[in-house]
């Protein structure tokens, strides 16, 4: 019964930034955790970070230190803030409560 919508994607030159949102609506009854994940070309889709219901934040190793995830819980949406953008970050990025998922939103970020 929940739909997830992301947005914010596109193309943005290495060392730039870009936010994306995640958009939840739907019959919500918990504060779940949410997770970011990408995949890119030729790739398995890999997990990139973590926020839960309390706010606690993990992340992939590769985005660490570059990428922020963030929660607005009043608007059922999560963020993910990236910076430093490198071109193997590019990717289709997708985020996931429970097991729902968004379609995705392409970054691509060029050299």
């Known amino acids: 019964q929940v739909q997830l919508v992301e947005s914010g994607g596109g193309l943005v030159q290495a060392g730039g930034s870009l936010r994306l949102s995640c958009a939840a609506s739907g019959s919500i009854f918990r504060l779940n955790d949410m997770g970011w994940y990408r995949q890119a070309p030729g790739k398995q889709r890999e997990w990139v970070a973590t926020?839960?219901?309390?706010?606690?934040?993990t992340y992939a190793e590769s985005v660490k230190g570059r990428f922020t995830i963030s929660r607005d819980n009043a608007r059922n949406t999560v963020y993910l803030q990236m910076n430093s953008l490198k071109p193997e970050d590019t990717a289709v990025y997708y985020c996931?409560?429970?097991?729902?998922w968004g379609k995705g939103t392409l970054v691509t970020v060029s050299s």
């Open positions: 996931r409560r429970l097991s729902v």
């Open positions: 926020i839960t219901s309390t706010g606690k934040t």
